[in-house]
């Protein structure tokens, strides 16, 4: 449920044609989500793609194919996610990637043809292991909370969402110079990030 509803919203706006982010079009995810919303119906067919993986898992019947169908969408959204340091869904997205997964693992049983007839049947939690659930949502709460912890500090700097944003994080930076060209390159002068990053790094390391 918690994924269905986080395609609907952004599906939907999608559909009615909609930029669903009020982010400057100088930032790299607010350029990108620019130049996307002017693509036709190609921008149509990823909100139709989104609220159709959306209401699919919602159906238990249908919820195995809603998995697969959302899979790809979020992969891309996460990979887009890490290479732009969008913070907006820089944590979300992985998670949400994650939990997609868990929900294909979950049903393998009903993908086994596809791959391997000699895969065993779905286990028998009655009793094979009663003690199975909390494992198993032992293990997500670790899998979640390292990948917060990752995320959260896999990037020395970020282009944030906002100009004051972006500065904020140069308080405590080793070089506050060369974080504030880099906010300024970002935000003010609609700079490439790829660039504005090796700026930044040339100077720290001076």
Known sequence: MALALGFLPSGFVKIMGERFT?????????????ALSYTGYYYTFIGVAQMTAAILL??????????????????????????????????????????????I?????KLRPIFARQWPEPLDLSVNDRHF????????????????????????IKPRNTYADCQLQCRGDKDTKACRIFCED??????????????YERSVKK
């Open 105 to 109: 693992c979950w049903d393998y049983y």
């Open 186 to 199: 970002i935000h003010l002068k609609g700079e490439r990030l790829d660039h504005s990053l090796d700026k």
């Open 133 to 156: 659930p909390f494992k198993f949502f032992g293990g997500v709460l670790v899998t979640m909370v390292t990948v917060i912890m990752l995320l959260t500090q896999i990037y020395d």
């Open 22 to 34: 009020s982010l400057s079009v100088n930032h790299p995810m607010g350029h990108y989500l620019e």
């Open 58 to 103: 919602l159906i238990p019947r249908t919820a195995t194919l809603g998995a697969l169908l959302y899979l790809p969408i979020i992969t891309n959204i996460c990979v887009l996610s890490l290479a732009v340091r969008f913070d907006g869904s820089l944590v979300s997205s992985p998670l949400m990637l994650l939990a997609n997964l868990f929900l």
